[in-house]
């Protein structure tokens, strides 16, 4: 496998681990007061983790952007066929 396509599986896993850790995180300090009220309480680190997570999505999604350039200009480009 070549070192591109290697690099390329990393990258798409991290990133789509790195959103899910998020959006959970996201979700449970959405629900936090709710939690609260029910007499539990989201473990202090929680913010922390999403606030990591988050920026570690974020950056990720720049090189997932880079890495996969042209298959995305390929679903935005007109078909030749279509062209004048
Ligand atoms: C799946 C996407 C995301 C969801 C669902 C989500 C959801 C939330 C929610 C519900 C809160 C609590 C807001 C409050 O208490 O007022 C929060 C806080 C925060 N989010 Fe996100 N967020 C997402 C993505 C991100 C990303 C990409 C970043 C960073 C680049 C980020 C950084 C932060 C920070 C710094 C806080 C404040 C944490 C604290 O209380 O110390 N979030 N987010």
């Not at 539990?40 to 350039?69: C, E, K, M, Q």
Request: charged share 15%; aromatic share 8%.
């Amino acid at each position: 496998m070549s070192y591109v396509i290697k690099l390329r599986r990393f990258v798409s896993l991290t990133l789509l681990i790195a959103w899910v850790v998020t959006g959970v995180t996201g979700t449970l300090l959405l629900i936090s007061g709710l939690v609260a009220r029910l007499g539990h309480r989201i473990p202090p680190i929680v913010p922390d983790i999403h606030t990591y997570a988050g920026f570690v999505a974020l950056g990720i999604s720049v090189i997932h952007l880079a890495l996969n350039w042209n298959a995305l200009k390929s679903y935005v480009a007109r078909p030749k066929t279509a062209r004048k």
